[in-house]
């Protein structure tokens, strides 16, 4: 199983990004994704995440209102759409797979992921 995070890239604060996350070598129809970001020199933290079996979707506090994640079953794909991004959202993103589903009080849980993809930085100039 592989995933590969892309999207990531330099913008401008208020602009929106979209993010993606492909799996590979197992097709995601009974797991949960899980979106993390790490900025310099901090712990990796949660951002949003999505149980595939019901489209149940869970965001931590930053994300609420501005960010989006979603899945497309055909791309085997789960995005993330960030909208009026600010510098404190400058960090590499991880998406993350869980197989099977998670309750919601697990998805921050770093441990409770089997797969990690390997990134994309995400650098939001002021």
């Known amino acids: 199983v592989q995933l590969q995070a892309s999207g990531g890239g330099l913008v401008q604060t208020g602009a929106s990004l979209r993010l993606s996350c492909a799996g590979s070598?197992?097709?995601?129809?009974?797991?949960?994704i899980g979106w993390f970001r790490q900025a310099h020199g901090k712990e990796r933290e949660f951002v949003a995440g999505?149980?595939?079996?019901?489209?149940?979707?869970f965001y931590t506090d930053f994300a609420k209102g501005r960010f989006t994640i979603s899945r497309d079953n055909a791309k085997n794909t789960v995005y993330l759409q960030m909208n009026s991004l600010k510098p404190e959202d400058t960090a590499v993103y991880y998406c993350?797979?869980?197989?099977?589903?998670?309750?919601?009080?697990?998805?921050?849980?770093?441990?409770?992921?089997?797969?990690w993809g390997q990134g994309t930085l995400v650098t939001v100039s002021s």
């Open positions: 993350a797979l869980k197989i099977g589903s998670l309750i919601q009080s697990s998805f921050k849980r770093e441990l409770a992921y089997d797969y």
């Open positions: 070598g197992r097709t995601l129809r009974t797991d949960s």
């Open positions: 999505i149980r595939w079996t019901d489209n149940n979707k």
